[in-house]
């Protein structure tokens, strides 16, 4: 049944969020995971730029709900660069040091060199995979050049949304600046020969990010149903043709640039509410997906199985046990505490104020 996705409860969180959360996108980000697996398993053809297409519609997902949060939390006065950065770090780092350190100590228990070792882990570790990207592609952690650029990204982007809150006009010629220069660097760069330094930096994937920013600061939806179906199932339509549709060449640098807006109809057609994207299966690989994009790669690199079609499919099966455990034994118990820390804390702080 579809619904209005504002202020349910947050999974993994026993308490109802004041904050806006939608439901379908979480269903939205499993598909964008399914399609990196399928990319990254050999299930999905060699060529088809599905892993691209995913990595993009993660993008549009994490520039429109991180802004959300940007926007909301200046709206009430609460904002704080500390807790911005806290929250991201209690979100994402223990997930990530947990993949490092099992999957680095299978790694040197196979013979390999720990030196190598080590730069993989630190380019990770400190968000600078995409820019080792070329050197490193279809390496141990080579994967996290995508978590790099988000990262890289919401280091700059918090300065610039008080500046676009100031008018709609700013918001749409600031971004529209941004996501143009965003695109033809990366159009740019591939014409000039250097496809794998387009395919992944911060410069030429942040038009992906931007397309969401600019749909949660402009408050933008699609109020009519009849028409949220109607765009929702073209934008569907456009994401499948970019990510499994005829080859295309370069598929992999201009056919995520059609996914991205593609993308954003579609997160515009169904914050309302969608049949599709609230299917709870589809929903539950939405809420692991993080950890699920983290183990898939070294799991399907170490094991030899990276693009192996059927073969891949043990350590596709592995990747959902882990990423289900990581996720509800470890991430989610994390995030409750640091939110019930920075409660706490900011009820002190009032009390305080207030004596």
Same mark, same amino acid.
């Given at each position: 049944?579809?619904?209005?996705? =504002?202020?349910?409860?947050?999974p993994?969180?026993?308490?109802? $969020?004041?904050?806006?959360?939608?439901?379908?996108?979480?269903g939205?980000?499993?598909?964008?995971?399914?399609?990196?697996?399928?990319?990254?398993?050999?299930?999905?053809?060699?060529?088809h730029?599905?892993?691209?297409?995913?990595?993009?519609?993660?993008?549009?997902?994490?520039? /429109?709900?991180?802004?959300?949060?940007?926007?909301?939390?200046?709206? =009430?006065?609460?904002?704080?660069?500390?807790?911005?950065?806290?929250? #991201?770090?209690?979100?994402?780092?223990?997930a990530?040091?947990?993949?490092?350190?099992?999957?680095?100590?299978?790694?040197?228990?196979?013979?390999?060199?720990?030196?190598?070792?080590?730069?993989?882990?630190?380019?990770?570790?400190?968000?600078?995979?995409? /820019?080792? %990207?070329?050197? %490193?592609?279809?390496?141990?952690?080579? %994967?996290?050049? $995508?978590?790099?650029?988000?990262?890289?990204?919401?280091?700059i982007?918090?300065?610039?949304?008080p500046?676009?809150?100031?008018?709609?006009?700013?918001?749409?010629?600031?971004?529209g600046?941004?996501?143009?220069?965003?695109i033809?660097?990366?159009?740019?760069?591939?014409?000039?020969?250097?496809?794998?330094?387009?395919?992944?930096?911060?410069?030429?994937?942040?038009?992906?990010?931007?397309?969401?920013?600019?749909?949660?600061?402009?408050?933008?939806?699609?109020?009519?149903?009849?028409?949220?179906?109607?765009?929702?199932?073209?934008?569907?339509?456009?994401?499948?043709f970019?990510?499994?549709?005829p080859?295309?060449?370069?598929?992999?640098?201009?056919?995520?640039?059609?996914?991205?807006?593609?993308?954003?109809?579609?997160?515009?057609?169904i914050?309302?509410? $969608?049949?599709?994207?609230?299917?709870a299966?589809?929903?539950?690989?939405?809420?692991?997906?993080?950890?699920l994009?983290?183990?898939?790669?070294?799991?399907?690199?170490?094991?030899?199985?990276?693009?192996?079609?059927?073969?891949?499919?043990?350590?596709?099966?592995?990747?959902?046990?882990?990423?289900?455990?990581?996720?509800?034994?470890?991430?989610?118990?994390?995030?409750?505490?640091? #939110?019930?820390?920075n409660?706490?804390?900011?009820? %002190?702080?009032?009390?305080?104020?207030?004596?």
């Amino acid at each position: 049944m579809s619904c209005n996705n =504002r202020n349910v409860t947050i999974p993994g969180d026993k308490q109802t $969020s004041a904050r806006p959360y939608w439901l379908a996108l979480d269903g939205l980000r499993g598909l964008a995971v399914l399609l990196v697996l399928g990319d990254h398993s050999g299930l999905i053809a060699k060529g088809h730029p599905a892993g691209a297409v995913g990595v993009t519609i993660f993008f549009v997902l994490s520039g /429109f709900l991180i802004t959300n949060v940007i926007s909301v939390a200046r709206d =009430r006065g609460t904002w704080s660069f500390r807790n911005f950065f806290g929250n #991201r770090l209690a979100r994402l780092f223990p997930a990530l040091i947990l993949m490092e350190l099992v999957i680095g100590t299978w790694w040197l228990l196979d013979g390999r060199p720990w030196q190598l070792l080590l730069e993989y882990v630190a380019s990770a570790t400190l968000y600078l995979e995409d /820019f080792l %990207h070329g050197r %490193h592609n279809q390496t141990l952690l080579s %994967h996290t050049w $995508s978590l790099a650029v988000e990262e890289q990204f919401y280091l700059i982007w918090p300065f610039l949304v008080p500046v676009m809150m100031r008018s709609k006009r700013s918001i749409v010629w600031m971004v529209g600046v941004l996501v143009a220069v965003s695109i033809g660097s990366r159009l740019v760069l591939a014409a000039a020969g250097m496809a794998n330094f387009a395919y992944a930096n911060i410069v030429t994937n942040a038009y992906a990010l931007l397309i969401g920013c600019a749909i949660a600061l402009l408050s933008l939806r699609i109020r009519q149903r009849q028409y949220r179906v109607i765009l929702g199932a073209a934008a569907g339509l456009v994401l499948i043709f970019c990510a499994v549709g005829p080859v295309v060449p370069q598929g992999y640098i201009i056919l995520p640039i059609l996914a991205a807006f593609a993308a954003g109809i579609l997160v515009l057609s169904i914050l309302d509410g $969608s049949d599709v994207f609230e299917w709870a299966p589809l929903r539950f690989v939405g809420r692991i997906s993080y950890s699920l994009y983290l183990w898939h790669w070294p799991l399907l690199l170490m094991s030899g199985s990276l693009f192996g079609g059927g073969a891949a499919l043990p350590m596709i099966a592995l990747s959902f046990v882990i990423a289900t455990a990581s996720t509800l034994l470890v991430e989610e118990p994390i995030r409750r505490a640091w #939110r019930r820390r920075n409660r706490s804390r900011t009820t %002190h702080a009032a009390v305080t104020a207030t004596t």
